[in-house]
């Protein structure tokens, strides 16, 4: 058994949890990383795992092992990774993380401006509206927008997008335009769920705050779906500005109440702190960081 799989099978199982979560992250059968497991205790002298029908557990040698591993094989993948990547591009798997809707219309187009310079890089995207653990889950970068909920993790701020209240013409022809935000309570207004709290909307109007409670008939947890319904006709939404600005553009849609601001969110990179970045990690992080024109206003 070479060391290098032992090592990685034990640093994946320690973050995965499991020897079936490291198994699926290092694509292989998880036999085989018990396995190797236990052959690297054979090959150290030394139990690193504690093995119960629930859970695994470090033993002291294991925390030990632990705590230089990941830096270890990190170093270890940068050094070879740069002598074979002198006169080419990156390589190897990045597995990124980001809200459903956003990957789709802004994440995807960077990533594949991104893989156009490295060829040889396998890009693993992995859409989601959940937080997703990096560790557990393998994750090398998460786009995350708006309040960051955990200190455990590094984040780089990119941007901003702002919520903006939209409707269709001729959904404002046949109701009437709101004048101010009190009008708001007699209009049928598209409730997305994922937004944060008890429901009501956060509209700031001369510099102070409000919360609008707003009823309607559709209640969507998706702010694509919350656009289509506004460009149906279906009534007022409260939607990201890269959903819908092209619409307002177009004049598919109307900028309602445009002097009331809705939240403005930002958006972050984030990324585990206690691990050495590898150098394609590095590398798109740089690239996002340049990249304010696709991903929101400037930070």
Known sequence: MDLLDGMRVFVATVETGSFSGAATRLGMSPKLASKYMAQLEAQLGTQLLQRTTRRLGLTAAGERLMARAPDWLDQFDEMTGELREERRGLSGTLRISAPVTFGEMRVIALLRRFRAAHPDLVIDLRLSDRFVDLAAEGIDVAIRIGRLDTS???????????LLMVAAPDYLDRRGRPSGLADLVSHVCIRDTNMRGDGAWPLTEQG????????????????????????AGEGIA?????????????????????????????????????????????????????????IGSAP
Not at 246 to 264: K, N
């Open 152 to 162: 455990a993790l590094i984040a780089r701020r990119l941007g901003q997008t702002r």
């Open 208 to 231: 102070e705050l409000h919360r609008i409670t707003v009823s309607g008939s559709f209640l969507v947890n998706s702010a694509r779906l919350s656009r289509d319904l506004a460009v």
């Open 238 to 294: 409260l939607c990201p500005d890269y959903i819908v600005q092209d619409d307002i553009d177009a004049a598919r849609l109307e900028h309602v109440l445009p002097t009331a601001c809705g939240p403005q969110l930002d958006i972050h990179a984030v990324f585990l702190g206690s691990r050495r970045l590898a150098r394609r990690t590095r590398a798109f992080l740089q690239f996002l960081a340049a990249s304010t024109d696709v």
